[in-house]
Structures are given as structure tokens and as C-alpha cells.
T-cell receptor, first 114, second 113 residues
């Protein structure tokens, strides 16, 4: 397994501002993902962030709104830009470890936009 | 098309009883993985159990077991001897050969004392 930490654990932000969420893993991993979970909903994949390449965004998510950095094999950031109340969600980072490719999640960042 | 279906939005179980959470999946791939996660009110996603598509034995992890019926494309989670701390949302997920994960809509389990 992997130990994953996220910062901040929660935040309340004003509309129109940006928030950067950090994800730190205790081991080197190639595959890292960012998910959004809106209240009462399942997880929605925002993007895949593999080290050494540009993040791959899912339909409905764009780089201008959710820029991602992946500077090394243990760290990634997700920025939620120009926030609106609809961005209020839990944001989770996850990693996939080698065979059998199990996915482990960070503790999540609970974001509220007012 | 929905890849993972969880038909039970909410379930109740008496403490110390067993409960089965249903999950069906849709894939034409031969190689895939099936997962169950627990999400308490704190929001973290806790990995519970994994079943590979080629595994012939049902996976077990402590009080959790996965009832894998490949022909029916079902991967139900069985929790034995329920505890109050088991009250949470439970998500079934599938990994495809490209390591894309698909999540169900979740089942909210409440354990009654």
C-alpha cells in the first residue's frame, strides 16, 4: 500500500479565487489521479497525472480550470481556478501501485466555495 | 453505458449480522480488476478488497469477502459480523486493462445497534 497525504484537508474559499491542493506519496509512483466528489455523488475522474507527461483530462474538465503539476514521482498539485459554488466538493488524489494495480486514495480535501 | 451498477442506495443491518452489498459490472475485457472501497463521513476512501478477473477463489480480507460470479458479472461485498463502525458509504469499482477506474454510485450502509 501507500501512505498519501493531502493539503489542505479542508478550506472555505471565496468565489473567483483559486486554491492549490497538494498530494504527497510516501513512495515513487507512476500513475496518479485526481478525482472530484460532489456532495452525495460518486467519484468523477478529473485527470490522470503521470510524471514526465502532460496531464490527461477527462471530458468536461479543462486545464485552464484545473491545472495540474507533477514535478516528480511522489508529488502532485491540483489547482481549482476561478472558483464558483459549483466547485464545492471533496477532491481526492489517488495512486495506482503495480500489479495487481490497486488504487489508494489520499484523505481528500473538502472544499466549500461561498 | 454505465460500467458499474450498485442498485442499493441505502442498506440497514443489525449489529453482528452479515450484510451483502450488490455490485454488477459491464465489460467485454477479459482482464480487469474489481474493488470495494469504504468512505466514512470523514470523506477518505478506504481500500477494502480486490478481486482479479482471473482469480478463481473469492477474495477475503478479514470480515470482508467478495462474492465473485464472473458469468453473471457480479462482485458483491459481504461484510460478516457487522460493527457500528461499518456505517459508511461503500463504492464498487472496476479497473480496465488501461488502468482506467470506474466507480458505482455507492451504497450507504447503516449498522443498527
Amino acid at each position: 500500500s501507500a501512505v498519501i497525504s493531502q493539503k489542505p484537508s479542508r478550506d472555505i474559499c471565496q468565489r473567483g479565487t483559486s486554491l492549490t491542493i497538494q498530494c504527497q506519496v510516501d513512495s515513487q509512483v507512476t500513475m496518479m489521479f485526481w478525482y472530484r466528489q460532489q456532495p452525495g455523488q460518486s467519484l468523477t475522474l478529473i485527470a490522470t497525472a503521470n510524471q514526465g507527461s502532460e496531464a490527461t483530462y477527462e471530458s468536461g474538465f479543462v486545464i485552464d480550470k484545473f491545472p495540474i503539476s507533477r514535478p516528480n514521482l511522489t508529488f502532485s498539485t491540483l489547482t481549482v481556478s476561478n472558483m464558483s459554488p459549483e466547485d464545492s466538493s471533496i477532491y481526492l488524489c489517488s495512486v495506482v501501485l503495480g500489479s495487481p494495480y490497486e488504487q489508494y486514495f489520499g484523505p481528500g480535501t473538502r472544499l466549500t466555495v461561498t | 453505458a454505465q460500467k458499474i451498477t450498485q442498485t442499493q442506495p441505502g442498506m440497514f443491518v443489525q449489529e453482528k449480522e452479515a450484510v451483502t452489498l450488490d455490485c454488477t459490472y459491464d465489460t467485454s475485457d477479459q482482464s480487469y480488476g474489481l474493488f470495494w472501497y469504504k468512505q466514512p463521513s470523514s470523506g477518505e476512501m478506504i481500500f477494502l478488497i480486490y478481486q482479479g478477473s482471473y482469480d478463481e477463489q473469492n477474495a477475503t480480507e478479514g470480515r470482508y469477502s467478495l462474492n465473485f460470479q464472473k458469468a453473471r458479472k457480479s462482485a458483491n461485498l459481504v461484510i460478516s459480523a457487522s460493527q457500528l463502525g461499518d456505517s459508511a458509504m461503500y463504492f464498487c469499482a472496476m479497473r480496465d486493462p488501461g488502468n482506467q477506474f470506474y466507480f458505482g454510485t455507492g451504497t450507504s450502509l447503516t449498522v443498527i445497534p
